[in-house]
T-cell receptor, first 113, second 113 residues
Framework: NAGVMQNPRHLVRRRGQEARLRCSPM?????VYWYRQLPEEGLKFMVY????????ESGMPKERFSAEFPKEGPSILRIQQVVRGDSAAYFC???????????FGSGTRLTVV | DQQVKQNSPSLSVQEGRISILNCDYT??????FLWYKKYPAEGPTFLIS?????DKNEDGRFTVFLNKSAKHLSLHIVPSQPGDSAVYFC????????????FGQGTRLTINP
């Protein structure tokens, strides 16, 4: 039973480009969460999604960031027109019932140059 | 404003001794706490949790203590082993059950042989 799969593991983008981060939850999990970790900081909640629904996006920046979890396929975190301050590790987690203690993926490390 | 603080960025402990990691929180409204362990280039791994109906929860070498009046919790690891060297994050549920977590900044634990 594969864990939460995130790809790519590392992503380098130039300022102004778009970044797409993908997350495949564990089998049987229908709840996905995205967190961001800036250097030397803790993880910050961004968004919570169920299939085809955004449940809580209170941690998402108002502009340039969007997330989706379609009926089929992985969850996507999309960052448009990236800036250097977007450089961070982005972690996805999933759970079967929307409860705590969920499972994290290994993260995508985004570097904006 | 809900905050979770881990005031010690790092801790060094001798193998076989007890490691004590501390965490303070500001908002008593949410009463479920979790500890995660994180190795470099990996996602956080759930360790142990506690809800406010208890003041102690134990799982093998790991024990979490909750002091509600002081808004403080701690993680005890005994005996400490080299494989325990990692960054430890304290987290508090942030509403809607534990679907959204508020993390501390983390404490880097180093176990010395």
């Amino acid at each position: 039973n594969a864990g939460v799969m995130q790809n790519p593991r590392h992503l380098v983008r130039r300022r102004g480009q778009e970044a797409r981060l993908r997350c495949s939850p564990m089998k049987g999990h229908s709840h996905v969460y995205w967190y961001r970790q800036l250097p030397e900081e803790g993880l910050k909640f961004m968004v919570y999604l169920q299939k085809e629904n955004i449940i809580d996006e209170s941690g998402m920046p108002k502009e340039r960031f969007s997330a989706e979890f379609p009926k089929e396929g992985p969850s996507i975190l999309r960052i448009q027109q990236v800036v250097r301050g977007d450089s961070a590790a982005y972690f996805c987690a999933s759970s079967p019932l929307g409860e705590g203690g969920y499972t994290f993926g290994s993260g995508t490390r985004l570097t904006v140059v | 404003d809900q905050q979770v603080k881990q005031n010690s960025p790092s801790l060094s402990v001798q193998e076989g001794r007890i490691s004590i990691l501390n965490c303070d929180y500001t908002n008593s409204m949410f009463d479920y706490f979790l500890w995660y362990k994180k190795y470099p280039a990996e996602g956080p791994t759930f360790l142990i949790s506690i809800s406010s109906i208890k003041d102690k929860n134990e799982d093998g070498r790991f024990t979490v203590f909750l002091n509600k009046s002081a808004k403080h919790l701690s993680l005890h690891i005994v005996p400490s082993q080299p494989g325990d060297s990692a960054v430890y994050f304290c987290a508090q549920e942030g509403g809607q059950g534990a679907q959204k977590l508020v993390f501390g900044q983390g404490t880097r634990l180093t176990i010395n042989p």
